[in-house]
Every structure is written in structure tokens, then in C-alpha cells.
């Protein structure tokens, strides 16, 4: 029953993410949530996420946004970035997560989907047929309020990390340590 909401991967930040090996794996495009996946709630993209987006597409991956914000939230965020975007997608609904394979151009097998939220980015790219990694939400350091739906997610990722049998379905997707 909850198994719609376990991640493929779970994974400290997009920045663990060894993209190369992504695509060694036959994904041809990423999509992405933007906040607290990419920078904090509300933020504009940082000099690390344009060369990330950067990084991504001289590996020759495909990139879109998939989220609930407005047009104006996404646009703004990707004032350096080149990446199409799908605004307002009312996720977990699988109808834009499919839109966005198709705009893409990719089969849903090639398409991995990048999020903070078991219940909306992991719940919709899993009933969408999608793989999924789920990073760690960003948070400010003095946080210490969070609502009754991350507290959820707490108890869900810790039966998550019981069940090995759905961890690591992707594989070996982290960098390397950087000596």
C-alpha cells in the first residue's frame, strides 16, 4: 500500500546526484521540482543550480520543471537557465508528469523524476510509471516548525529505509568523493 510512495533513490541533495551515471543508465532527461529540491521555498536559482542545469545539459540530458507554482514563480527561477516547465501541474495528478515525457520527446523509462515530496513528486512520477529520486527538503538552519505533512513523511521514509527490497532500484547514481 505505501510502497506508491517509496522513492527509487533517496539522496542528500540534487548535488549527490552523479548525473553521468544517470544517463549511463539510459535516462535521457531529468525532471525536476524546484522548491526546497532546488533552493529554498521561493528562491531564485543560485550561481550552483545554473551550473548544475549547466553540468546536465553538456552531458547531452534533457531537463524540464515540473511544478505547482505559477508562471511567474518559474520564470523568474530560470532567469539562467534554458529548460521548458510545466506551471500549475496540480501533482501527484500523472496527467502533466505524462505531458511532460511527451514535450520532452523520451519514453517514460527514460525519464527520472527529482523531487522533496513523497506526496506529491514521488507519489505522482510513481503512479505515473516514472523513476524517482527523492532528496533531502531544504531547510534554513533555525527551522524548527514543519508541517503535519513532512511529519508524516518522516514515519513513511522510515518504514521506506526497513524495506530494502525498494531502496537503490536505480543503483549507483551518487559522486564520488571529491578529494
Not at 525536476?32 to 529540491?37: A, E, L, P, R, W
Not at 547531452?60 to 520543471?65: A, D, E, S
Not at 515530496?117 to 513528486?121: A, E, H, K, S, V
Given at each position: 500500500?505505501?510502497?506508491?510512495?517509496?522513492p527509487y533513490e533517496y539522496?542528500?541533495s540534487?548535488?549527490?546526484?552523479?548525473?553521468?551515471?544517470?544517463?549511463d543508465?539510459?535516462y535521457?532527461?531529468?525532471i525536476?521540482?524546484?522548491?526546497?529540491?532546488l533552493?529554498h521555498h521561493g528562491?531564485?536559482?543560485?550561481?550552483?543550480v545554473?551550473?548544475?542545469?549547466?553540468e546536465?545539459?553538456?552531458l547531452?540530458?534533457?531537463?524540464?520543471?515540473l511544478?505547482?507554482?505559477?508562471?511567474?514563480r518559474?520564470?523568474?527561477?530560470?532567469e539562467?537557465?534554458?529548460a521548458p516547465?510545466?506551471?500549475?501541474a496540480q501533482?501527484?495528478?500523472k496527467?502533466?508528469?505524462?505531458?511532460?515525457?511527451?514535450m520532452?520527446?523520451?519514453?517514460k523509462t527514460?525519464?527520472?523524476?527529482?523531487?522533496d515530496?513523497?506526496?506529491?513528486?514521488i507519489y505522482g512520477a510513481n503512479?505515473?510509471?516514472?523513476?524517482?529520486?527523492?532528496?533531502?527538503?531544504?531547510r534554513?538552519?533555525?527551522?524548527?516548525k514543519?508541517?503535519i505533512r513532512?511529519?508524516?513523511e518522516?514515519?513513511l521514509?522510515?518504514?521506506y529505509q526497513?524495506n530494502?527490497?525498494y531502496?537503490n532500484?536505480?543503483g549507483?547514481i551518487?559522486?564520488?568523493e571529491?578529494?
Open positions: 500500500m505505501f510502497k506508491l510512495f517509496y539522496v542528500d540534487v548535488f549527490a546526484i552523479d548525473y553521468r551515471k544517470l544517463q543508465k539510459g535521457k532527461a531529468v525536476f521540482d524546484i522548491d526546497n529540491t533552493v528562491e531564485d536559482s543560485t550561481k550552483e545554473d551550473n548544475l542545469f549547466e546536465i545539459h553538456e547531452g540530458l534533457k531537463t524540464l520543471l511544478s505547482n507554482n505559477c508562471d511567474e518559474i520564470e523568474s527561477f530560470l539562467n537557465i534554458e516547465f510545466i506551471s500549475d501533482k501527484p495528478n496527467d502533466n508528469y505524462l505531458r511532460a515525457v511527451d520532452l520527446g523520451i519514453k527514460e525519464a527520472v523524476m527529482i523531487g515530496q513523497l506526496f506529491t513528486d503512479l505515473s510509471g516514472i523513476d524517482n529520486i527523492l532528496v533531502k527538503y531544504m534554513y538552519d533555525d527551522e524548527v514543519i508541517g513532512r511529519n508524516i518522516k514515519i521514509l522510515r518504514w526497513k530494502k527490497s531502496q532500484r536505480i549507483d551518487l559522486r564520488k571529491q578529494d
